[in-house]
């Protein structure tokens, strides 16, 4: 079960969004992540799902796959929807006891429920065609010019690297612990939160042990490998940008003034709902 | 010159309590002496615990001596400055192939090392496909190495330590973890790199059947080099060998039970063909 969460991994297939520069894509994600939240109507969703659709078609993802990057935020999702649907004042549209659901609950639960879906698929997607090495790289050539207000931009970049390829591991770990404290035993699914919450530290107090001497043994490979910072240091793949890439900017900018377009004009519209 | 160069080499283990005064001392090493030529194959053998692992981590100048010197192609691994140099002309192995492999993808791995040496960016690629043909694991070069048997990913390592073109490379005990067919897949790739680029191996291991084709076998317990010899000198002592918590190949022990109950074999048989010839030779 725990395998299923998709979040963060890498997508291994030869599509034209696989061979952009990762810049471009951090780029890419951020001004879709900004897009999303500009509009309140749901022309601006049309537009949205419009471009989503295209790249991850342009992706060569399969779709079930990236949808199921969905399921490890199911519970924040019913939560916002949840809160927004029974908890935004406006006109009633039904009521069943003290539960009141409103137009603009309604509206609002669906719009953030749509918000957190898109947001999780954009990035998500960023993650299928992008190889941590190369996510790290473009955060490290973009946020270079913090070094130089001693912002250690190269440690951060290697360790953000490092723990995206110990997700796996450390999620197979802990399925591999959960199952022998289950041999023996332990039980994860049953009584209160508290009771569950408890469960967890048997589970808990071995995976950080591993986790530890997971490290110690990866900082003495990677020295022994003369790995000493980002000093002298050179690249098997540097960042260059391509032809495509300006094709990508200037496709992401089309529909980033798309989208202010319509969230400009959309009141002017009749409303969908 | 030597590769390697050991010299009277202790290494202490000091546990301190949370004021820093000394708990307790643990001589992990303790007066070892050891020369390995270039291009030589040497395995390190011992049970658990006798001190061969700590020995492998100062040929690497991970761990520095108490006491004695360690040299690798004649630099101190105790000056400080030598560290890098000794690092990448004698590269390291370790025993768990998921903690040494630190990134996604299996080119970029391998890549690993050549980046930190400054190695520009076409040597690097030509570096990673010349190290993954050696060990066999080109096609596999944009994998993850998540989906890889520990075979492979041992192979893997291996190839990113070649990648930084080292004169010799350590093992330590690479195949610990792995099934037996992985097992024979890295030593036998680690014979192939031995003859072909001549790289002198340092093989830290417990499974004799590894130490076979090995030039020198040094046999450890606790701390001290207690044997040491050719495979077959070594592995006609089997009862010492059974002293120091170590097991004997099947024919071997097989062969040296025969011989005690008075069969007329030659000490020492290290294989199967080696055995049935010698049963031959008695039945005439």
């Not at chain 2, 046999?219 to 097991?247: A, C, H, N, W």
């Given at each position: 079960?725990?395998?299923?969460i998709?979040?963060?991994?890498?997508?291994?297939?030869?599509?034209?969004?696989h061979?952009?520069?990762?810049?471009?894509?951090?780029?890419?994600?951020?001004l879709?992540?900004?897009?999303?939240?500009?509009f309140d109507?749901?022309?601006?969703?049309?537009?949205v799902?419009?471009f989503?659709?295209?790249?991850i078609?342009?992706?060569?993802?399969p779709f079930?796959?990236?949808v199921?990057?969905?399921?490890?935020?199911?519970i924040?999702l019913?939560?916002?929807?949840?809160?927004n649907l029974f908890?935004?004042?406006g006109?009633?549209?039904?009521?069943?006891g003290?539960?009141k659901?409103?137009?603009?609950?309604?509206?609002s639960?669906?719009f953030?429920g749509?918000?957190?879906?898109?947001l999780?698929?954009?990035?998500?997607l960023?993650?299928?065609?992008t190889?941590p090495?190369?996510?790290?790289d473009g955060?490290e050539?973009?946020l270079?010019?913090?070094?130089?207000?001693?912002?250690p931009?190269?440690?951060?970049?290697m360790?953000?690297?490092i723990?995206l390829?110990?997700?796996?591991?450390?999620?197979?770990e802990?399925?591999?612990?959960m199952?022998?404290?289950?041999?023996r035993?332990?039980?994860?699914?049953?009584g209160?939160?508290?009771?569950?919450a408890?469960?967890?530290?048997?589970l808990?107090?071995?995976?950080f042990?591993s986790?530890?001497r997971?490290?110690?043994?990866?900082?003495?490979?990677m020295e022994?490998r003369?790995y000493?910072?980002?000093?002298?240091?050179?690249?098997?793949?540097?960042?260059?940008y391509?032809g495509?890439?300006g094709?990508a900017y200037?496709?992401?900018l089309?529909?980033?003034?798309?989208?202010?377009?319509?969230?400009?004009?959309?009141?002017?519209?009749?409303?969908?709902? | 010159?030597?590769m390697v160069?050991i010299?009277?080499?202790?290494?202490?283990y000091?546990?301190?309590?949370?004021?820093?005064?000394?708990?307790?001392?643990?001589?992990a090493?303790?007066g070892?002496?050891l020369?390995?030529?270039?291009g030589?194959?040497?395995?390190?053998?011992?049970?658990?615990g006798?001190g061969?692992?700590?020995?492998?981590?100062?040929?690497?100048?991970?761990?520095?001596?108490?006491?004695?010197?360690?040299?690798?192609?004649?630099?101190?691994?105790?000056?400080?400055?030598?560290?890098?140099e000794?690092?990448?002309s004698?590269?390291?192995?370790?025993?768990?192939?998921?903690?040494?492999?630190i990134?996604t993808?299996?080119?970029?791995?391998v890549?690993?090392?050549?980046?930190?040496l400054?190695?520009?960016?076409?040597e690097?690629?030509?570096?990673?496909?010349?190290?993954?043909?050696?060990?066999d694991?080109?096609?596999?070069?944009?994998?993850?190495?998540?989906k890889?048997?520990?075979?492979?990913?041992?192979?893997i390592?291996i190839a990113?330590?070649?990648?930084?073109k080292?004169?010799?490379?350590v093992?330590?005990?690479?195949t610990?973890?792995?099934?037996?067919?992985?097992?024979?897949?890295?030593?036998?790739?680690?014979?192939?790199?031995?003859?072909?680029d001549?790289?002198?191996?340092?093989l830290i291991?417990?499974?004799?059947?590894?130490?076979?084709?090995?030039d020198?076998v040094?046999?450890m317990?606790?701390?001290?080099?207690?044997m040491?010899?050719?495979p077959?000198?070594?592995?006609?002592?089997?009862?010492?060998?059974?002293?120091?918590?170590?097991?004997v190949?099947?024919?071997?022990e097989?062969a040296?039970?025969?011989?005690k109950?008075?069969?007329d074999?030659?000490?020492?048989i290290?294989?199967v063909?080696?055995?049935v010839?010698?049963?031959?030779?008695?039945?005439?």
């Amino acid at each position: 079960m725990i395998r299923d969460i998709t979040i963060g991994q890498y997508y291994p297939v030869d599509s034209i969004l696989h061979h952009l520069d990762p810049r471009v894509k951090l780029n890419g994600t951020l001004l879709f992540i900004i897009s999303i939240f500009l509009f309140d109507t749901f022309y601006g969703y049309i537009a949205v799902t419009l471009f989503l659709l295209s790249i991850i078609k342009m992706s060569k993802v399969p779709f079930k796959f990236i949808v199921k990057g969905l399921k490890a935020i199911i519970i924040i999702l019913l939560f916002t929807v949840f809160f927004n649907l029974f908890l935004t004042r406006g006109d009633i549209l039904v009521q069943v006891g003290f539960l009141k659901i409103s137009k603009q609950g309604l509206h609002s639960a669906l719009f953030m429920g749509l918000r957190l879906i898109f947001l999780i698929l954009g990035s998500s997607l960023m993650t299928f065609t992008t190889t941590p090495n190369q996510l790290t790289d473009g955060l490290e050539k973009l946020l270079w010019p913090l070094s130089y207000i001693k912002v250690p931009v190269h440690e951060i970049a290697m360790m953000m690297s490092i723990a995206l390829r110990f997700i796996p591991i450390l999620l197979e770990e802990t399925d591999k612990i959960m199952k022998a404290q289950m041999a023996r035993g332990a039980d994860f699914e049953s009584g209160g939160i508290i009771k569950r919450a408890k469960g967890l530290i048997p589970l808990l107090v071995p995976l950080f042990v591993s986790a530890f001497r997971r490290a110690n043994d990866l900082a003495m490979a990677m020295e022994a490998r003369c790995y000493r910072g980002g000093k002298g240091r050179t690249k098997m793949k540097p960042l260059h940008y391509k032809g495509r890439d300006g094709l990508a900017y200037v496709f992401l900018l089309v529909y980033f003034a798309l989208v202010i377009v319509i969230s400009i004009f959309e009141n002017r519209l009749p409303t969908l709902l | 010159m030597d590769m390697v160069k050991i010299k009277d080499l202790a290494f202490e283990y000091i546990r301190r309590d949370e004021e820093g005064n000394v708990e307790s001392i643990n001589r992990a090493i303790d007066g070892v002496n050891l020369d390995v030529k270039k291009g030589d194959f040497i395995a390190v053998l011992g049970a658990n615990g006798s001190g061969k692992s700590t020995l492998a981590k100062h040929i690497n100048a991970i761990l520095y001596p108490t006491e004695g010197t360690v040299w690798v192609s004649g630099l101190k691994t105790s000056d400080e400055e030598n560290i890098w140099e000794i690092r990448e002309s004698a590269g390291m192995v370790f025993q768990n192939p998921d903690n040494q492999i630190i990134a996604t993808v299996v080119e970029e791995d391998v890549g690993f090392g050549p980046e930190n040496l400054g190695v520009p960016t076409e040597e690097i690629w030509q570096r990673v496909e010349d190290s993954l043909r050696a060990v066999d694991m080109l096609e596999y070069r944009s994998h993850s190495p998540n989906k890889l048997s520990g075979g492979q990913k041992q192979r893997i390592a291996i190839a990113g330590i070649m990648a930084m073109k080292p004169q010799c490379i350590v093992l330590d005990e690479p195949t610990a973890m792995l099934d037996p067919d992985g097992r024979k897949d890295v030593i036998s790739t680690v014979h192939k790199l031995n003859q072909q680029d001549n790289i002198t191996v340092i093989l830290i291991t417990h499974h004799m059947d590894e130490v076979i084709d090995a030039d020198k076998v040094f046999v450890m317990e606790k701390g001290q080099v207690v044997m040491e010899g050719t495979p077959r000198e070594i592995f006609s002592k089997v009862d010492e060998l059974k002293r120091y918590r170590l097991d004997v190949p099947q024919v071997t022990e097989l062969a040296y039970e025969l011989r005690k109950k008075g069969l007329d074999i030659p000490e020492g048989i290290l294989s199967v063909e080696e055995l049935v010839q010698a049963l031959d030779k008695i039945r005439g």
